[in-house]
């Protein structure tokens, strides 16, 4: 991995790439104050039991913390909602991402990756982010939603601003920085939500056939959603629904520059690609962490957690537990089993996983269909996201 760093690189922050753990699986931070937990196992044992690990972490944040986010509701927010409510709205959306209807978008995936390359054919320079990883999921999502796909500029701007930080997670002290990257979240959340509002308050006037006026129609326990629930679930879809796929098509291609050896395997035979993207997922692992809090006392690894603790837990380092992977520093496609975690495990496994995949898979095919070679610029360096959570490139110049 020291090559690789070097050669791009990443962040300090980004822990897991720079070498293997020599701690517990599970430890306490007390500079933090919050749990981190590292293992796979033990990873696997949070992630499948919501009635301990709560996913609504904002009630254990303290007070003087939430002046920020006075205006901020989580109604709808489906990464912050236990069952039974959960289950109730994931329903809403399910049938928008089985097998079948994902498969169905197939064709229309490969027409947006085959207009967005013959785009950048006319620019002098080719950059994976701007010109393909980002707009594709974008324009597939807005297009389920029923958002306009060119308003994307506005989308990467609110995007970017809400997960562009590099403050570190702390419950015990909140920096200068920190805050003003809090605050800096503020307006961008608020521009968004209201422009979803403005659509849905159209759909509610005038329904389409879109996912946006699924939820508007919805029934629940024979009642309809409030807005504040459609407006924040179709927050969650729009973003979580295109920066999944821009970080997977990012790595992955960083992988085929960085182990040229994969590289030519794919090309050669391309039924290899899936393998090639989820061992990416394992190695490079988009969402990095996530946020739980504790329900009651629990002995977790060894170690007893109190009840309303925060923990994180580190699906990257999981994903490189040795305890699990064998050779979990080495990029190997042809692992088998690759048990990842790189979607989450349990009632909250990403919804948009098949999409992503399948975007992936598309698009990096007609990639290799399209150039000869998939090689970064070294007079034009990748720039990685700064955010200690997350693991993706925000920038990745072909030559």
């Known amino acids: 991995m020291a090559d690789i760093v070097q050669r791009y690189d990443i962040p300090k922050q980004h822990t897991w790439l720079h070498g293997p753990r020599t701690g517990d699986p599970v430890e306490f931070d007390a500079g933090a104050g919050m749990w981190n937990v590292y293992g796979f196992h033990e990873t696997q044992e949070v992630l499948g039991d919501p009635a301990t690990f709560s996913s609504d972490t904002m009630r254990i944040i ?39 209807v994902v498969a169905d978008l197939e064709p229309r995936i490969a027409e947006i990756t085959g207009e967005l390359l013959d785009a950048a054919r006319e620019r002098d320079r080719f950059e994976l982010v701007t010109d393909l990883a980002y707009p594709l999921p974008v324009i597939v999502i807005a297009e389920l939603l029923g958002v306009p796909a060119g308003d994307r500029a506005l989308f990467k701007r609110w995007a970017d601003a809400l997960f562009q930080r590099e403050a570190k997670v702390s419950l015990n002290e909140r920096d200068a920085a920190a805050e003003a990257e809090v605050q800096a979240a503020m307006k961008p959340w608020r521009e968004m939500y209201d422009y979803l509002q403005a659509h849905v308050t159209e759909r509610r006037r005038a329904p389409r056939a879109d996912l946006l006026t699924r939820l508007v129609q919805a029934d629940v326990d024979g009642e309809r959603l409030p807005d504040e629930q459609v407006v924040n679930f179709g927050i969650i879809l729009l973003l979580a629904g295109h920066i999944t796929t821009t970080m997977l098509l990012g790595n992955t291609v960083l992988c085929l520059d960085a182990f040229p050896e994969q590289q030519a395997r794919v090309r050669a035979d391309r039924s290899a690609i899936p393998d090639v993207i989820e061992e990416s997922l394992r190695y490079f692992t988009p969402f990095a962490a996530v946020g739980r809090s504790t329900m009651r006392e629990v002995e977790l690894g060894g170690v007893t957690i109190p009840a309303d603790q925060m923990v994180m837990v ?3 380092w999981a994903n490189r537990d040795p305890r699990q992977f064998a050779a979990p520093a080495v990029f190997d496609p042809g692992r088998d089993p690759n048990p990842h975690l790189a979607f989450g495990r349990g009632i909250h496994f990403c919804l948009g996983a098949p999409l992503a995949r399948l975007e992936g898979r598309v698009a ?15 007079d034009d360096p990748v720039k990685f996201i700064p955010t200690p959570t997350m693991t993706g490139v925000r920038r990745l110049p072909l030559l």
């Open 364 to 378: 990096l095919d007609i990639l290799l269909d399209r150039r000869a070679e998939l090689r970064t610029d070294p």
């Open 62 to 100: 303290p007070k003087e913390m939430l002046a920020s986010f006075e205006d901020f509701s989580l109604e709808g927010f489906l990464t912050q909602i236990d069952p039974p409510e959960h289950g109730k709205l994931r329903k809403l959306v399910s049938s928008a991402f089985t097998r079948k």
């Open 314 to 316: 580190w699906l990257a």
